[in-house]
């Protein structure tokens, strides 16, 4: 078939950013993934709470005080990763590899923390249906924890390199803090899920 | 004249046809030999790989499916033990679901609907290598464990308690239940990758409502997919969790519960069912339109059928359950929610046969494949309709009736339409036209082998002839029947044994294909037979819904694409405008690394719970590897 020209793209940019970039989107969407996947799980704990005589089963309720420190540094973690985010988007090398130093130091310290949140839970997976869906919520998230520390010091090592400096790197920094925001507000309701529906 | 490809900053603009089509091909080539085979990102290397592996896994369940005829054909046969029954059943449905029809749609989207939305690869494409490999080792993992006499038991759904650790022993219910993460792990990859190429990579001017109804329907199904399939997973996990550390979600003695199985499970499993029709449905709405010959009546009311159904096969799952002795109020939920469904999918008969009233059919192989679907698949829907009333289906519920519904709508529903599809895009698969006289035998002898094979089910069932036993006494009713529809298997299984001797006889010798031998409107047509490594020289632009009919002179596209780095275009969600050239990723080992240490780990893990902790280091290593910046142009920005 014969082509006949119309239009000239020469002039666009040789990448884009944000909603114009297919790893956000990509990003996007494995968070659809896992978001349902954090819902199906606490849909199974309200489930087997439903059905439950007595909740939580033959256990007190989980102890407060790791739990809810690993809340507060997820929280104080939303700062400096609102800041690498929009310092990716300004494309200050200088300030993203400060920034993700600070990542992953915060990607750390929650887990440390969660070392004493499962004991916390004063059941084990195998006592019972209560224990085995409380632990594989908490380990769901502590996977994911666990992912995105890998990732963001995997990416810190990164913008160290002469690689570093590249708009497609600022853009992973980018994708990578959205993923961050994820993690940590997807715990709020397993937070509220594992700690406070068994105190009701 | 032309310049070396290698010159930095080389658009297409400032180089001649040949020189273009020539850097073109230098800058996409797969390299040759055996490393390129395994490295390679090609969306269309990959697609037809998964096609052509899809359709192994049906020859091999079709074959399962014979020896439970052969059984059946007499009573008290002697021919298949019952556990070696078990399995083969067992095998039949999860080989069939898991491995052939759900990976077949997603092979056919992987391959075509980056060449009907007019981009250069899929998004993604490494991802894509790797999805395709984890396929490969769950469908190996299955298929060498059967070998094994290690072949899962407990039915395809793999209801507790029956697959927990009490009833369930030895490590066969294990093996269905990481065939699923293998499964799952690559259905989502393809999902991701086709919703962001249809949402970014369509050519400029396809506007949300010229989106060809095929990718629309893929852009459903891959939703359906990423909403439903961690349900599975989540079921999945927590029973090989049951059965390997000892926690009790399906256990009633410590607070657990059966019927959450049936819930996690169908949650997932009836969505399913539209993740295998609607990729089928947009088939027959893309097919009929060549050969009709007329653009298909009432897009709008076939995209909105589309999504109704996917946003309404969320509301189904409890008509599995109807006999679990769940509250009547949810009973009546659920049959109003599975009646309803039915008019979407009315919608569409409707429009295809108004299409065809109007057009003037071509009566050639893959019409007779649509014409044979809506037959069949409104004789299913019927029984749908007619199990979904919680009287008849607990009546008819666990037996041959329920088989003989679930094949008229796999089967006529999914399997006629993508046996139309094959020969209708065979050319744009191997650059060589199927024949159409050996077609249209595989059809006649499928259609009546199917009829006759799957019809009497229905009889079989109404008069209590349950699933799944692996023989009955002569005493019972059943024997004539049996056996006829043992003998009209023959019929069916000769059908596609002719289909596969046409497919393989035509890619090496059948008449070569032109660009556009259907003279169709859709934008897979407007490049070779087969498509060159970068799809399309110039990207396309389109200013409608039938593209190659509205302008039949001259294609409309656009210039300005780099010819020395791998680059595509990037346009807005709705209106498809241009936002950026974007580089795609060259061929990569690393997938292949990922995809074996991802196998080692999963399979590894059904011995051991440190597998995971372990087996994921390796992951990560090849996961790092994969997504390390080599320095490539396609790296600049």
Redesign the interface.
Known sequence: MREKVVLDLGRLPPHGMGTTSVTWWGTLAFMLIEGTGFALVIAVYLYLMSLAAAWPINAPPPDLLPGTLVTLILLTSLAPNILISRWAEQQDLRKVRIGMVIMSILGIAPLVVRVFEFPALKVSWDSNAYGSVAWTLLGLHTTHIITDLVDTLVLAALMFTRRGNNERRFGDVRDNAMYWNFVVVTWLPIYGCIYWLARL | MSRPATTPGT?D?ELQRTGLTSALAETWKTPSGLWGALATVDHKIIGRRYILTAFVFLALGGVLAALMRIQLALPEARLIGPDRYNQIFTMHGANMMFLFAVPVMEAVAVYFVPLMVGTRNI??PRLNAFSYWIYLAGGAMLWIAFALDMGPDVGWFAYVPLSGPQYGAGKRADIWAQMITFTEISA?AV??EL??TI???RA?GMTLNRIPVFVWAILVTSFLV??A???I??AST?LI??RL?????Y?PA????VL?WQ??FW?FGHPEVYIIFLPAAGMVSTLIEPFARRPAFGYLALVMALIATGILAFGLWVHHMFVAGLPRLGDSFFTASSMAIAMPAGIQVFCWLATLWDGTPDFKTPLLFIIGFIVTFVIGGLTGVMVASVPFDTQVHDTYFVVAHFHYVLIGGAVFPLLGAIHYWFPKLTGRMMSERLGQWSFWLIFAGFNATFFPMHILGLQGMPRRIYTYQPDLPWHGLNLFVSLSAIVLAAGFLLFFINAIRSARSGEVAT??PWNAPTLEW?TTSPPPSYNF???P?VGGLQP?WENR??????????TDRR?L??TTLAEAE??????SPQHSIWPLWAAIATTIMLIWSIFSPWAVVWGAIPV?ITL?GW???K?TPE???
């Open positions: 658009r603009i998004a993604f989502l999902a991701v919703v962001v949402f970014k990579q400029p990423i909403m399939m961690p349900a997973v989540v927590s969790l049951d550390v000892g926690t009790h979600f256990n410590e607070g657990g519960d959450l819930h996690l949650f660009d556009n407007a020289a110039m990207i632009v190659l002179d001259a294609l409309s596209v656009a210039d300005g694409l780099r680059e275009l990037v241009p936002q950026a050239r974007e580089a990560a790092i997504f390390w910046p320095g790296d600049e920005s």
